[in-house]
């Protein structure tokens, strides 16, 4: 990465506050770490945290997810967390949860690097003034961008690094010195690999990106070795990463491929039609602005076709396409150039941009898609990832007043998918199977160390019938928000409780 990206920025764009905007952006990267709390997919935690916890002793084996035992998961994001934890001293020190947001933290800052780099390298391929603008401001705070790049999710790390090596690839192409050109490119592969190996279906955008530099930038032979060399490099280390976390030689990427796509295993889950991400982008690009900009998108893809940001993600998307297992998420590595793309084609369109530009409709639309924006981007800020994460933190705050008992009836809440949940775990709590007469025991013998985990926001009927009073530790969802039940929304939510369990007469919960 060329250093002084603020200092360029401002050059390339005389005029616009880009320093107030930078802040503003890490402002909300900072935010959003902070308030993101939990995970947004069950991959982000089990496969990646809970090896972590497991490398560090904290977890058996046996309660890892199954793709633990296929051994098909990459380890380099296990191994940056696990080495994380343990400078930090988790949980002796500092606790699991704010080592995750350091997590979310770094991930987002990076990801706010990348995303101005990006930009940096995009604004010269963009003629109109006001488009330049608008890349900047997009790429920062597009509604669902801050919140995504912030995840330490292999999907969001696959992005950063592959982007972050396409960038450097640009500046070899205009290195002044042949040993600058190289060692950008060196530097590029080393990226391209670890995005490999943190996203293994970035190795499509990877495909499509040498591509470009092969058929249509005709780059120097030199730049192509050592791109080449130092991602086979970078692969290399990686293996050497896995097998610190298998104890044994594997090749995940071949295992992920066999297990998923030979075998099934992925689209046993569910399977989606082949227009699922073409739905999803009209729904998420702020309704109804989406039917125009994804119409951008399609007009940046043809008119722009020699581009390399069309190049990467074009094999990236049909590639998701023509797979029956589907998720939103799957596309994330691809949003870092989703801005720069809608750019691109809206220059593509100069006459029709400055006709509309004059309409009074124009002016209306353009504040009633930045309130839309706005709104969807504070409440992604300020919401939990997870709502389960309320019950987890709130349990182990109360771990630290001494013992806890805590009775369930499931596996719930440390054991999700037949996974262990033992992060957020703390050591001193013991979760019994329920059973009201021992419930009532214990409680009796321990006084305000009893607790109850209900898959529901009310207490059961026994706690009165048993004479038992219980007070509301946590719950996923508040008691007053549940009564706004539009188009019944809760049933899409976790409903967990944890009841305080004490002898006497039942008072409310």
Not at 303 to 329: D, I
Request: glycine share 6%; net charge positive; hydrophobic share 55%.
């Amino acid at each position: 990465m060329r250093p002084g990206v603020l200092r360029e920025l401002k050059a390339e764009l005389p005029g616009v506050g880009v320093g107030p905007i930078v802040a503003a952006a890490a402002a909300v990267v900072a935010a959003s770490a902070w308030f993101n709390e939990g995970f947004f997919s069950h991959d982000e935690h089990f496969q990646i945290l809970e090896f972590a916890w497991f490398k560090l002793g904290r977890t058996p084996p046996a309660a890892l997810a199954w793709e633990f035992g296929e051994r098909m998961r990459p380890a380099i994001q296990p191994w940056l967390a696990a080495g994380v934890f343990k400078v930090l001293g988790v949980p002796r020190v500092v606790t699991p949860f704010f080592a995750e947001f350091l997590l979310r933290l770094a991930s987002g800052l990076l990801g706010l690097w990348v995303s101005l780099e990006v930009c940096l390298r995009t604004i010269p391929w963009v003629r109109e003034p006001s488009l330049k603008r608008l890349l900047l401001v997009g790429m920062l705070f597009l509604w669902f961008l801050p919140y995504e790049h912030g995840r330490f999710a292999s999907e969001n790390w696959g992005g950063i690094l592959f982007f972050g090596g396409v960038c450097l690839l640009l500046d070899a192409r205009a290195a002044a010195t042949r040993a600058r050109a190289i060692h950008r490119s060196a530097c590029a592969g080393l990226l391209w690999g670890a995005a490999f190996f943190c996203r293994f279906q970035v190795g499509l955008a990877v495909a499509g990106a040498g591509l470009w530099l092969v058929l249509v930038d005709r780059v120097a032979l030199r730049i192509l070795i050592a791109l080449a060399v130092s991602f086979a490099l970078a692969c290399a280390v990686n293996v050497t990463i896995d097998h610190w976390l298998y104890g044994a030689w594997v090749c995940t990427p071949c295992n992920y491929f066999y297990t998923n796509i030979v075998l099934g295993k992925a689209a046993a889950f569910s399977t989606e039609p082949w227009w699922f991400y073409l739905g999803q982008m009209l729904g998420l690009l702020v309704p109804p602005f989406s039917l125009l900009l994804v119409a951008l998108l399609g007009v940046s893809v043809w008119c722009r076709r020699s581009n390399v940001l069309v190049w990467s993600v074009v094999p990236f998307v049909v590639g998701h396409t023509l797979l029956g297992h589907k998720e939103v998420r799957f596309l994330i590595p691809m949003t870092y150039a989703l801005v720069p793309l809608l750019a691109l084609g809206g220059d593509c369109l100069p006459e029709a941009m400055t006709a509309l530009k004059v309409r009074p409709m124009y002016a209306i639309a353009v504040r009633l898609f930045v309130v839309l924006n706005v709104l969807a981007l504070m409440v992604m800020t300020f919401k939990p990832s997870s709502e389960t994460a309320v019950v987890y933190r709130r349990l182990y705050e109360e771990s630290r007043r001494g013992p806890m008992v805590l009775y369930s009836a499931s596996a719930l809440p440390y054991s999700m998918a037949g996974s262990a949940v033992d992060f957020y775990r703390p050591e001193n709590l013991t979760l019994k199977a329920l059973d009201v007469p021992k419930l009532r025991a214990e409680t009796n013998a321990n006084p305000h160390r009893v607790f109850l985990f209900q898959q529901s926001l009310d207490p059961p009927d026994w706690i009165a019938a048993n004479h038992l009073a219980c007070a509301p530790l946590a719950r996923t969802i508040p008691l007053w928000a549940s009564q706004v039940n539009v188009n019944n929304w809760t049933s899409r939510m976790y409903q967990w409780s944890v009841f305080a369990i004490a002898t006497g007469p039942s008072g409310p919960c």
